[in-house]
């Protein structure tokens, strides 16, 4: 595993980067904090990776250890065991594997790459590594064939000759076959590469090579000539030998099949075209498809099964891939979800010159991989162990839960296991090689993904393994828009494309509330249940968010507004009128006004049946106000202990009550701000209306980028004004940023979009009223340019804590810190009713606090701890089933932290981090204790407090790729770490850290990547990770029978050391292929299994097994020697006393 050299970073830094403790009486508090963690206890290194290998190129798969490799065209090699068992190695150089040769139960693999390289890897080990590398400077390779149990790979390249190297020592032999002399010399023509390579099954000296022009050759080895040459006009893909080595079958890029007798070269014996149709003139076929593979495998009891990749008609309807198998008179074609990129016939037995006896067909295609039982009726499908299905639709968020309750698994998994799909083969996965790691750092750990699809897959992400658990459809709430209908059309026109993606999610492990929001301005509560339930009607609450004042020109703050924070809201109903919007937005009833108070979903209006797991509590929607769409969700927070859910966009927040199902709160950003407040932000627009954007979600396949969308007044029919290239580009780099679930600022964006690579920074960017206001007058009807769009102040973070809303406050009380993402962090002060029925009846309470503190950047994180430096997790109500009698249902919450002893003695920290810095501050004083400089130069993209199992640590992930670990309350730095610079938008989006020192991102479309910066962890990561070998004893080769070992019919070995070795070849031009060796010989990988202490485990009682056999067989050799000796003495006394004596006197 590779480790990361650590920075380790002491204290008394410079001043820009060092803690500065402000001059409050609670400084000295500190001292009593004793902080546990240090620099030891981090290390960087990756773990593993799941997922679908992305853009796969090449397959292979070892018949005796039972391991499938799969290799990629970004160069890198992922190995597949049983279940559990996974492995990812990468090639340096990056290019695309475009082959893979095992060499068979010997725990080493054979890569070749497009840049003309072969690599040797070691398989012994748990950790592969590369043993050898070879760089052909001269030829360009094309094939690779290694026969079973040699040591000589043949390398055919692309001007037609073959050279040969020895996979010991990974030298070239001077043995080489040369396309001149393998092709007939009248030939005038080059028949092109080398496309296959293969020896007889049935003779070790000949080999068949088969040319893209159409050309195949037998060559005899020993006398180093062409036997046979047969022609064909079409270019042939691929060959297969039956295993008597007699005759072989050849695929060609017309559709066709044409089998070989080895001695009959003139022309072939059988011609077919499979999926062509036979004219009754008796013409040739139409020509079909090419035919890309086939593969041809015979079985005692029965017909040969003809195995093959395309061919299909080019006037055929079905416009899938599909794979082929011909068994006797039977032909089944079987379609696939996407293009096949390779497949492979597993079989019985390694020896190719047995009959095969293939069981099962391995199907790689682009974005799945596919196993098909071939010995069961209807060819079903094996289920698939492997988490290949993280990409079955895009991912759009991604949060990552490790030490969760320990039940929640379970629950999760009983639920899931009634979502499984039917008509599997009964069989077992037949890839089922390697041993599970035998780690003790074990803890429940859960990844939920969101997709675009609007679905939510949860994964049990335990002991660096991935299961999925369960699977929840979202869009199931809602009703799927008729297609072409005009009039339903507005009604979704927030989102071009996947109304339904998820664009963030907040989850309570402990109580199991689940809260969604999607692209399309909607928020759903989900409620856990294990029962089924019918729901008769979905509740609906529709929000209407405006934005800032609409009397903007006015510097009262407190304005003509819903009513003020300080006043609770009372329950509203789910009439649009009613929940806080201003008496002036009202609904147009004219047909040619703009649309408003419109969602942009229709939600499900029949009873809607739930099965058990994630149910619908409540459907909130944000409505259209005056023509423009709602915004996006930036942030979104559920609170089972308070039964509050709330979330925020650029045009403010809103507290709902999923009990009451009621609008508690819904005001702009501006109108938190108290009038006092110094952080007070005064508009800046003087637009009559707020103007709200609708942008779209990123997905993760980059096929469909963030872009605002322009929204078109009807009465007016103007559009956006058009910005230069480089602004265009810009502001659509930036809503990429922000389509992460967090909101960032203007300022970090615009350095982002400077960062990057892929577009030029513009030439000007107006941020003052100016540019607004030319930008107002040239449409007052468009949409907000994405420069004011930047210049709002987004909600960018939640979190409720039991702590003190107010300097004066003498107890904590339930309250509500929200972060902005120009810096600010702002508290609501939360008044809840008692428990039971009155929860249910009096309003809850919420009143505006005013400002705690200001920080560069948008705000991220926030957390609270105890007086002792304990992190104050947020309170929650436990989970309990939702139809359970009410005296059942207890609610509490988690001991708060005990009021203050003495006057001026804090009793909370408040740990608020932003995209710049991260302060302290003490409660309920609201001194600053420790300030800290992140980064200057780039900016934080993902902050999380975490619980490492010696303390606590706030963990960054920088835009320029650094991972810091700093210490709480102090803010020292821990960790520092240069490991990934942002290269894709997709690791901004989905990087996140959980407890325990784990993190992960989403490497590629398909593919999580787990890494640790715990040092603790990665002291124990080889003993947790799998072992790909495992010592078997190869399979017997094939009885040749009495009359085939009598008269030669059986087969024909080989001693290739003979024929290639220095002594008989030579040696190799040097200039042809250099020779890079790894960092282990050929010595580390025969004795690799003894550094581990499995494979020594393994190694020792195998000997002890071969020791006691050899013991065994030498008692018996010794019987048989004294039972000789005893005959032979026993003999000659015989001839003494016969010795002289006639033939009458016997």
Partial sequence: MKKFNIRKVLDGLTASSSGTASPQPGTNQNDVIQETLQSEHFQLCKTVRHGFPYQPSSMAFDPVQKILAIGTQSGAVRLFGRAGVECYCQHDSGAAVIQLQFLVNEGALVSALADDSVHLWNLRQKQPAILHTLKFNRERITFCHLPFQSKWLYIGTEKGNIHIVNVESFTLSGYVIMWNKAIELSSKSHPGPVVHISDNPMDEGKILIGFECGTVVLWDLKCKKADYRYNHDEAIHSVAWHHEGKQFTCSHSDGTLTTWNVRVPAKPTITITPHGKQPKDGKKPEPCKPILKVEYKTTRAGDAFVVMSGGLSYDTGCRRSCL?????????????????????????????????EPYAVVVLLEKDLVVIDLEQIGYPIFENPYPLSIHESPVTCVEYFADCPPELIPALYSVGSRQKRQGYSKKEWPISGGNWGQGTLSYPEIIVTGHADGSIKFWDASAIMLQVLYKLKTAKVFEKAPKGGKEEKPSTEIVDEDPFAIQTLSWCPESRMLCVAGVSAHVIIYRFSKQEMTTEVVQLLEVRMQGELNDVDSPDPAGDHPPTPSTPVPPSSSSPTQEGEPPEAQPFTSDDRPRDNVPGLKVWSAPLKQSPGYQVELVIQL???????????????????????????????????????????????????????????????????????????????????????????????????????????????????????????????????????????????????????????????????????????????????????????????????????????????????????QRLQQPVGVSSCGTLVRLKGGILTMAFLDSLGAVLPPSYEPWS??????????????????????????????????????????????????????????????????????????????????????????????????????????????????????????????????????????????????????????????????????????AQSLDREDLFGETAAGKASRSLAQHIPGPQGMEGMKGAASGVVGDLARARIALDERGQKLGELEDRTAAMMASADSFSKHAHDMMLKYKDKKWYQL
């Fill in 324 to 356: 082929t198998v011909m068994h006797g008179k039977s032909t089944a074609v079987l379609e696939m979800d996407y293009p096949i990129v390779d497949f492979l016939t597993l079989c019985e037995t390694p020896y190719p010159n047995d009959f095969q």
């Fill in 881 to 1050: 089933e939702p139809s359970a009698p009410d005296e059942e249902k207890t609610r509490r919450r988690r001991p708060a932290s005990p009021p203050p002893t003495q006057d001026g003695q804090d009793s909370q920290y408040a740990v608020v981090c932003s995209e710049k810095q991260a302060k302290v501050v003490g409660l309920p004083s609201q001194s600053c204790f420790f300030k800290h400089n992140i980064t200057e130069s780039s900016f934080v993209l993902r902050a999380d407090v975490v619980q490492m199992a010696a303390g606590l640590c706030l963990a960054c992930f920088c835009a320029n790729g650094h991972i810091m670990t700093l210490s709480l309350p102090s803010l020292r730095p821990l960790l520092d770490v240069n490991y990934l610079p942002l290269t894709d938008m997709r690791i901004a989006r989905t990087f996140c850290f959980s407890n325990l020192g784990q993190a992960m991102y989403l490497t590629s479309p398909t593919e999580i990547q787990r890494i640790t910066y715990s040092q603790e962890t990665c002291d124990n990561l080889q003993e947790m990770m799998g072992e790909l070998f495992t010592p078997l004893e190869t399979p017997e080769a094939p009885n040749r029978g009495f009359f085939k070992g009598l008269f030669g019919g059986g």
């Fill in 623 to 837: 409505v259209w106000v005056s023509g423009e769409p709602p915004q996006q969700i930036t942030s979104l927070a559920v609170s089972s202990s308070d039964g509050l859910v709330v979330f925020g966009n650029s045009s403010g927040l809103a507290v709902v009550d999923y009990l009451q199902k009621s609008l508690l709160l819904n005001m702009s950003t501006s109108e938190l701000y108290s009038p006092s407040d110094p952080y007070q932000r005064q508009p800046r627009s003087p637009r009559k209306t707020r103007q709200p954007s609708g942008a779209l979600s990123d997905n993760s396949d980059g096929n469909n980028i963030s872009e605002e969308k322009s929204s078109k007044s009807p009465t007016s029919g103007s559009t956006t004004p058009t910005n230069s290239d480089d602004e265009h580009k810009q502001k659509r780099f930036i809503e990429m940023v922000k389509s992460k679930s967090r909101r960032f600022s203007k300022t970090v964006a615009n350095d982002f979009a400077k960062m990057s690579k892929k577009i030029s920074s513009p030439t000007e960017q107006k941020t003052g009223l100016d540019a607004k206001d030319s930008s107002f007058s040239r449409s007052r009807s468009s949409s907000v340019t994405s420069i004011e769009r930047e210049s709002r102040e987004a909600i960018s973070s939640f979190h409720f804590s039991e702590s003190f809303p107010r300097k004066s406050d003498s107890s904590p009380s339930p309250s509500l810190w929200l972060g902005t993402t120009q810096g600010t962090v702002l508290v609501l002060s939360l008044s809840l009713p008692p428990t039971g029925d």
